[in-house]
């Protein structure tokens, strides 16, 4: 496995970069802004592809590098359900798994911090994001944080993980890298509690300054911009009513680019084929299904996933690969549902 631990000085954040092998696909967790460019270069040397990018939790202390990975790589953009973040593409809540090639996160929803907070278990391993410090806990001050919230995801979800579980957090202040959940149970000053009441207690005296960035971090974070907007203005994009009137139209395939979970958890549209994003490079090159599928049939594709964003990237894609009768569902699954569209399991 390849696992790096990037670090933002300014913000004293932990990124952590993921793949099962060189020239495979990657996975980065909180990336900055800032350090975008650092981040491209370790992938191009490590010959990686990166495919998904995913934050913890709306961060109040930098700006995130979802939005601009995306427009560098194209990769799936990932956050929990509770986030009102635009840039997302695909949204998990508990119970998940978030996978690329060779690896795969399990995905805790860790409320506390704030209520949009998450963390990822890879198998020795925990990314607590800023649930769980080491010998800290994140601020439960702002951002719909509460530290009542946050006892039980430390109690009840985190120090319940086997003792040798590997805790890697979003932050830290003083050059700490790595613990354990053993040694944080023992060590950490603030999970030294007998009850959730005196946790909150102990989480409203901390009196701490707000960070330095909030002001411009967290309007930032929540809008990234999204793909579909341009697309939407090139004239690309169908709205859930022009595909409901064209589902018995034989001249429109419908493609689902969204993961085999996604589609489990929510249904698919009727008639329509899967064809994962992550393939799509793949697939619309010549002798790929896309490519052929509208090639011979002459049909009009329409990509559609979770919200609209994938399939805003994937007719922009299909276009420069010389597919140019290619739109997408405005909004996703996700707009199709709130206008009615019917869904299949
Ligand atoms: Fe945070």
Redesign the pocket.
Known sequence: MLFRQLFDAASGTYSYLLASRKGGEALIIDPVLEKVDRYLQLVRELDLKLVKAVDT?I???HVTALGALRDHTHCITVMGEQARVDVVSMRVTEGDTIGIEGLALDVLYTPG??DDSYSFLMKDRVFT??TLLIRGT?RTDFQNGSARAQYDSLFNKLLKLPEETLVYP?HDYKGETVSTIGEEKRFNPRLQVKSVDEYVDLMSKLNLPNPKMMDVAVPANMRQGLAQEEIARKGWARTPADVMKALDDANLALIDLRERSERDKVGAIPHSINAPYTDLVMNIRPGGILHELARASGKEIVFYCAFGERSAMAVRAAREAGLSNTTHLHGGVDAWRKAGGALVH
């Open positions: 939790h961060h109040a202390d911090h704030t994001g800023d994140g979003a």
